[in-house]
C-alpha cells in the first residue's frame, strides 16, 4: 500500500487505497485531544461519547486519507463531500462526544474564550465567511495548489464549524447555550449558506475552476456535470442533514420540557440530577415507567398511611425512596404490592428492555430518618 503525506493529483487515477500520513494524523488529532484533555481533568468518558468520537474520526479519515480526500484533488465533487462532511457530520459528532464540563473553576481567559464560542453571531459569521471565501475561483486554484494551502482550508472548515455548532452542541455548561426557540433559525444557516456557490456551480454553462481541468477523471464525468454534481451535493444531502438536525432539537425540546414539568405532574420532590438521568437516549422507555411506578405506588399507598416519595439517585440508577412510618405492620405488604405491580408494568417489555430498565429505576420502601442513597 502506497505510503505519502497528503493526497496529490496523480498521473492517473486508480482505486488503490493510499495512506497519507499527514491526512490520518489531521483526522486522528482532535479526538484524541478531547480524551486526552478528558483524562488530564479526571472526567470521564461515557461509552456513548466515546462511540460519537469514533463515529468523528472515522469521517475524517475517510474525508482527508483516502477514499474522498483523494477524489477531491481531481474532481470538485469530491470537494465538495469534504466540505459537507466535515462541517455536517465530523464536527457535530467530536462535540457530541466531548464531556460536558461545569462552570465552576473555570479561570476568567477560559471563561472568555468559551463566552466568545458560544456567541451565535461568531459561529454565524465564521461559517457564512468561510463558506464564501474558501469556494471562492482564486481559493480553489490558486491557494490550494499545494497540499498546505488544502489542508488549511480543510482545518478552516473544521474550525469554523466548531464555532458554528458550539452554540447548539458545545461542552459548555448548559445555560450558554442557545435556547431551542432561536437553535432553530440559526439551524437554518448551514442549509442557506452553500447554497449560493451551488446554485452557481449547478446553472453554470462553463466550467469554474481550472484546477480540474487536466486531473485524470475516475468516474468520467465532463466538468459541467462534475460541476453539477457538485452543487447537487451542497444542495439536497446539505438540506437533509439540517433537517434532521432541527427535527433531533424539536424532540430534544420537547423532552426538556417535559422533564422540567416532572414534579409538577408527579407531586413529588424531586432531586435535580435524578431527574436529569430519567432523560436518557439510551433507554427512552424511562420516563413512561418512571410515571406508571409512581401511579403503581400511589394505588398501593393506604390513605391514611402518612408516607412521602422521594427522588435519589446512585451512580447510572434513578431510586424512587418511599419513606413509610418506621414499624408499620404493612410495610412489608406494601413492598410486594409495589414490586408486583413493578413487574407487571415491565412485562409489556422484551425481556432485555425489561432488564435494562431495571438497572436504571429501582424502588425502595424505607422507615422515616432513613435515606440510603
Do not use: C
Amino acid at each position: 500500500m502506497p505510503i505519502d503525506w497528503w493526497p496529490t493529483v496523480p498521473a492517473s487515477w486508480s482505486w488503490q487505497p493510499t495512506v497519507h500520513v499527514g491526512a490520518l494524523l489531521a483526522a486522528l488529532a482532535p479526538a484524541g485531544f478531547v480524551l486526552l484533555l478528558a483524562r488530564l481533568r479526571g472526567v470521564r468518558v461515557s461509552r456513548r461519547s466515546r462511540w460519537y468520537l469514533l463515529g468523528s474520526t472515522v469521517i475524517l479519515v475517510a474525508t482527508l486519507d483516502w477514499p474522498i480526500g483523494s477524489i477531491a484533488q481531481v474532481l470538485l465533487t469530491g470537494r465538495s463531500m469534504q466540505y459537507m462532511f466535515i462541517t455536517l457530520a465530523a464536527v457535530p459528532f467530536l462535540l457530541l462526544g466531548t464531556p460536558h464540563w461545569r462552570s465552576e473553576g473555570r479561570g476568567l481567559a477560559r471563561r472568555i474564550v468559551e463566552r466568545i464560542a458560544s456567541a451565535p453571531w461568531v459561529g454565524a459569521i465564521m461559517l457564512a465567511g468561510a463558506a464564501w471565501l474558501t469556494h471562492s475561483q482564486p481559493v480553489v486554484d490558486n491557494f490550494e495548489a499545494d497540499a498546505l494551502g488544502q489542508a488549511t482550508i480543510r482545518a478552516i472548515w473544521f474550525a469554523t464549524a466548531v464555532l458554528y455548532w458550539w452554540p447548539l452542541i458545545g461542552p459548555g455548561p448548559e445555560r450558554e447555550r442557545l435556547p431551542y426557540f432561536a437553535g432553530l433559525g440559526y439551524l437554518v444557516l448551514p442549509f442557506v449558506f452553500p447554497k449560493f456557490p451551488a446554485a452557481v456551480w449547478v446553472f453554470s454553462t462553463d466550467p469554474i475552476y481550472d484546477r480540474f481541468a487536466q486531473t485524470p477523471d475516475p468516474w468520467g464525468l465532463s466538468r459541467i456535470a462534475d460541476q453539477g454534481l457538485a452543487g447537487f451535493i451542497l444542495w439536497l444531502p446539505g438540506s437533509v442533514v439540517v433537517a434532521v438536525a432541527i427535527y433531533l432539537l424539536i424532540r430534544h425540546w420537547l423532552r426538556e420540557d417535559r422533564r422540567l414539568g416532572l414534579r409538577e405532574r408527579l407531586g413529588v420532590p424531586a432531586d435535580p440530577e435524578a431527574v436529569a438521568a430519567l432523560v436518557r437516549p439510551d433507554v427512552p422507555e424511562l420516563w413512561t415507567v418512571v410515571e406508571a411506578l409512581v401511579r403503581i405506588i400511589d394505588d398501593a399507598s393506604p390513605p391514611r398511611l402518612g408516607s412521602d416519595l422521594a427522588f435519589a439517585r446512585e451512580e447510572d440508577r434513578v431510586v424512587l425512596e418511599l419513606h413509610v412510618p418506621a414499624g408499620d405492620d404493612d410495610q412489608a405488604t406494601l413492598v410486594r404490592v409495589i414490586e408486583a405491580g413493578y413487574a407487571a408494568h415491565l412485562r409489556q417489555y422484551p425481556e432485555p428492555r425489561a432488564v435494562v430498565i431495571r438497572e436504571h429505576l429501582a424502588i425502595r420502601v424505607l422507615p422515616y430518618g432513613v435515606r440510603v442513597s
